[in-house]
């Protein structure tokens, strides 16, 4: 770990506790263009943060909509802590909580511009090499399968242990615009424009039809 821990130390400035306490619609775009990055055996697997979706306890789309359960407890927690959870029973879906302990609100990572292990994360992915990169994180399943994160690291808190999260040494991309519209996947809460990404971002899940 003394190897991988030097090497995240040049990463970039971890992100304080306090930033998490802002509210899921405000964290969801502050996320974008940040770095996460898990810690696997003697690797850093991780990317540039570029699509997110926020969810609150008074939205219908959210699991907190209907109050704490043993599911969703986590995103009751202390702001920055990790939400696993598993769509359909297939993907397992990274979000961060937001706002503050006792409200069960967070922010959904749908996805990710690889930098960091990207060899590793192909094999993880079980896609060859010939496959284009930007294919590797773009979507919530697909970055948590590359990151090889499930429902263990539910609960756990950000900058603790094996996930981090950076605000990055040097930017790239900054030319692209933020971009907003509703979020996927979803039979309620449309009208809320909480899907948040870069726009024209080439890892992005979905291409949005139009900037709001």
Sequence with gaps: MDVISSKISTLGRRLPPDFFKLSAEELAPQLLGKVLVRVWENYCLGGMICETEAYTEDD???????GMTPRNRSMFATPGTLYVYQSYGIHWCLNIKSGVEG????????ALQPLYGIETMRKLRHIPQVRPEHELCNGPGKL????????????QGINKDLVFLFEPSERTLDHLALTRGPRIGISEGLDLMWRFALKKHPCLSRPFPQSR
């Design 60 to 66: 219908p789309a959210s699991h907190t909509f209907r």
């Design 144 to 155: 948590t399968q590359a990151l090889a994160i499930d429902k263990r690291f539910d609960g």
């Design 103 to 110: 409200r069960g609100e967070g922010v959904l990572i749908r």
